[in-house]
């Protein structure tokens, strides 16, 4: 689209050149022709929040720009998954041959170990370690379940609290928002206008849910800075751009420059975290074996002090 294809066009070329992605395109093709928006016609291929951003940025004339920063966004996305994964790669080797290691260590060598310390109360490792984790993967299931049940803002709300990684999705969000109220105030609609429209989004979105607290609360008086500051997902920069007293112009320029900000800073985060991957998971493969050396050895010198 960028050197001048149409959106048709764009997906015809997408068939022939790109032979994996040609039976989608030729489906989003088909629903184009039937009358649907490019947004309603991909919703089942990409995530609902992508989904949104490219709703809005067609029906303000935006799509072309939108889909360029999606796409760099998907591709620092991509980049980062396989990064991750070159990173896995030797640790998960090495994880493989670990747990073979303390299975067969759990099934020949610690019995043997606790009929020579005398001990016939043998205890069942195993299981222990099966039962945990277990116990492991059902508490990640719950959470997951939970988290979905959530309305979206307490949704992130959890999740920028989480260690470690919250800081990732605090500034997702703030990208998020950014981002898509730049494309809204480029086409000139005020704050009023901007809620009126995302009315028209899924309700189990993150902007909708918003757009109905803005909505509830201008009603009554209150100002934006007011509202938005009791989402904690909301940065206060964020608040203070919107609410500072700027033209229409100005506040998409605002916004322009944020959420390249807050991109900047997620991709940053995420390669800060993944450079300590490699290292935590050797650490802590060094404490398991460590763990294990000493349910063997502990046993015998127990039995040879024993005997002398």
């Known amino acids: 689209m960028q050197i001048g294809f149409s959106l048709s066009q ?16 030729c489906q989003v093709i ?19 929040e992508l989904s949104n951003q490219i709703k809005i940025a067609e029906s303000h004339g935006q799509l072309q720009i939108t889909l360029a ?67 492991v993967i059902f508490s990640i299931w719950g959470m997951v379940k939970y988290l979905n049940s959530r309305l979206p803002s307490k949704r992130f709300g959890l999740l920028i609290k989480l260690p470690i990684i919250g800081k990732i999705f605090r500034y997702y969000v703030n990208y998020y928002l950014a981002s898509n109220l730049m494309v809204l105030l480029k086409n000139g609609l005020s704050i009023k206008e901007i809620i009126l429209l995302i009315k028209h989004l899924p309700a189990d979105s993150l902007i909708f849910e918003l757009g109905q607290q803005v909505a ?9 800075r007011q509202i938005t500051s009791h989402y904690e997902i909301i940065a206060p920069e964020l608040i203070a751009l919107i609410d500072g007293g700027k033209t229409v112009t100005e506040m998409a320029q605002s916004m322009m420059a944020y ?38 050895l502990l046993p015998i010198y127990d039995s040879v002090r024993m005997v002398y």
């Open 259 to 296: 959420s390249k900000t807050m991109f900047s800073a997620m991709v940053q985060e995420s390669n800060r975290l993944m450079s300590f991957v490699q290292p935590v998971i050797f650490l802590t493969i060094g404490i398991i074996i460590t763990v294990t050396y000493l349910q063997i």
């Open 69 to 135: 920063e999606l796409a760099e966004f998907s591709s620092k996305k991509l980049e980062q998954n396989k990064k991750l994964k070159s990173l896995l790669v030797y640790p998960l080797i090495l994880g493989v041959l670990l747990t073979t290691l303390l299975i067969l260590i759990e099934i020949f060598v610690l019995p043997q170990v606790s009929q020579l310390s005398g001990k016939s109360n043998s205890q069942h490792h195993l299981l222990k370690i099966t039962g945990v984790l277990l116990l």
């Open 10 to 25: 764009s997906l015809d070329f997408i068939i022939k050149t790109e032979p994996q992605l040609a039976a989608v395109s």
């Open 216 to 224: 509830q609360q201008l009603q009554v008086g209150a100002s934006y």
């Open 30 to 48: 088909n629903s184009i022709k039937m009358g649907n928006g490019f947004a309603d016609s991909i919703v089942s291929y990409i995530s609902q």
